[in-house]
């Protein structure tokens, strides 16, 4: 029985990595998705087998809970899916976290020599992980979510990192305290002291950072729920607990590092940077910001006659679930043997690949999609660049304003086309919470409205008033 369930172990954790390693494409991403479910149904199942279990109804009872959980959460529209992963990150975190604490009392219960430095080690990085986890996670679910009481942006107060770093201080002097006399008389109450002061530390950890930074937060959050599971796994002896917790953590880490590189700001200036808070000079009090607004009519002429159309996509697009009208449009136009592009930005939308998701769901041919680094040196060939609901990820200010919050962030050189039309609904900043140049530059004309009923307009105008 035991080779064997270390064998269908193996099985697992091979599958968890090919998942992870097919999660890198869009053509492999479901295989990966499949992978994942059956690494999982695996565990699940050889864990149960085992003859050590012996309540079967409470985990009968814990698949029930988790599928009437789990279905509805799997059904949320995909610009919800940064705050959908924050939740399981919190369910994950939670689950870590009270295992950890059934382990210790149970263990201290059976006996006091149960309690091994290296248990109790493994039992505090679980638990302030694991519960730091829970309460941070549904902070940045909240914040992604525009729950009403959850601030969208920064809440910052004065020392608050110091006051954090000494919230966190206090914890581990706590810890290590209990670690060092696990069966002490004081040892049972101080358990839930570090408790309280882990979930505490999770909420003041993310008051301080804006919607913006959320998915990489998530991110982070990820790793630390991940390697929560590793010391889960050492505390129950686990060894699949171990790796998959390990993929889980470096994963997490990994996606962070990326989306970093992507803004050009560092994991600390994610952290404690307060980034995205609304900067005081706003649009309109400045003669210079002036828009340009088209009509549909206007642009789809100029559409129609040039050679080379660039769109790229963001947020808004995302929001309008406009990609299937965007994928007519570019029916239209590949009709009439113009080359169009689709202008990717590593972090456009609210999560890595969100842009790739939506246009491969609209059946894009991956050929026409091009990255950031692909795109930017045939910018100025360009005859259009069409804006679907992007903001900060063409705002030329990264590059050109150094008192910018997004300076030095790669963008999209959409200002260096011949022509740009911009779709989105108001005057409103992006997530970044700051103006964008583009927009009021001479080769600019704003197309107002919600992005999915602007396309579809110039749609018409290009297949139904025989402009052909
Ligand atoms: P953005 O800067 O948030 O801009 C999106 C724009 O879409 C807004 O200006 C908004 O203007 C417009 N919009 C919203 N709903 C619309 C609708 N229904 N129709 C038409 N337009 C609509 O988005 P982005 O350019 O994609 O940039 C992404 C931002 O998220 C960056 O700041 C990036 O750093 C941050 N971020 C992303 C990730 C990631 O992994 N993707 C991770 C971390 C941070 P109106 O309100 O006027 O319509």
């Known amino acids: 029985m035991a080779g064997l369930t270390q064998f269908a172990y193996i099985v697992a954790t091979t599958l968890f990595i090919f998942a992870l390693h097919w999660m890198n494409t869009p053509a492999t991403a479901r295989r990966g998705v499949f992978a994942g479910v059956a690494a999982t149904t695996i565990a699940v199942v050889v864990t ?50 009270l295992v950890g604490t059934a382990e210790y009392y149970l263990w201290l219960s059976e006996g006091p020599e149960n309690l091994t430095a290296f248990r109790m080690v493994a039992i505090i990085a679980e638990i302030i992980l694991g519960y730091l986890t829970f309460t941070g996670s549904l902070m940045a679910a909240g914040k992604l979510q525009e729950v009403k009481w959850v601030p969208q942006r920064p809440v910052t107060y004065p020392f608050q990192n110091l006051s954090n770093l000494l919230l966190f201080g206090l914890a581990l002097a706590l810890a290590a305290a209990l670690t060092i006399h696990p069966t002490a008389a004081w040892a049972p109450a101080l358990f839930p002291v570090i408790i309280v002061l882990a979930l505490l530390f999770g909420v003041l950890l993310i008051i301080p950072i804006g919607g913006a930074d959320m998915p990489t937060v998530i991110a982070i959050l990820n790793s630390y729920a991940g390697l929560s599971a590793v010391a889960m796994g050492f505390v129950l002896d686990n060894k699949l607990l171990i790796t998959a917790g390990a993929l889980d953590g470096s994963s997490g880490l990994i996606l962070a590092i990326i989306m970093c590189k992507a803004m050009n700001r560092s994991f600390a200036n994610v952290l404690f940077g307060a980034f995205g808070q609304v900067k005081p000079a706003k649009t309109g009090d400045d ?15 100029v559409l129609e006659q040039s050679n080379f159309v660039v769109i790229i996509p963001g947020y808004g697009m995302a929001v309008s679930q406009a990609q299937h009208k965007v994928r007519e449009l570019y029916d239209q136009l590949k009709k009439r043997g113009i080359t169009v592009k689709f202008a990717i930005h590593p972090v456009a939308g609210r999560m890595p690949g969100h842009m790739n998701v939506l246009l491969a769901e609209a059946d894009i041919p991956y050929p026409d999609l091009a990255e950031m680094d692909e795109i930017n040196p045939d910018m100025p060939q360009v005859d259009v660049a069409l804006v679907v609901g992007a903001n900060d990820v063409v705002n030329p200010a990264a590059r050109t304003d150094k008192s910018s919050p997004i300076f030095g962030m790669p963008i999209i050189e959409a200002d260096k086309a011949r022509s740009v039309f911009a779709i989105k609904r108001s005057k409103n900043p992006g997530f970044a919470g700051i103006d964008n140049q583009l927009y009021f530059s001479d080769r600019t004309w704003m197309l107002f409205g919600d992005a999915k009923n602007v396309i579809g307009e110039l749609v018409k105008q290009l297949s139904g008033s025989g402009m052909h």
């Open 287 to 301: 003669p210079d910001k002036v828009y340009k607004s088209e009509t549909v009519e206007g642009a789809a002429q």
């Open 48 to 97: 149960w087998v085992q003859p050590g279990v012996i309540h079967h109804w409470w985990i009968v009872f814990a698949i029930i809970a988790g599928f009437v959980v789990g279905v509805p959460l799997s059904r949320v529209p995909l610009t919800a899916v940064p705050q959908r992963t924050a939740l399981s990150h919190a369910f994950g975190g939670v689950a870590a976290g």
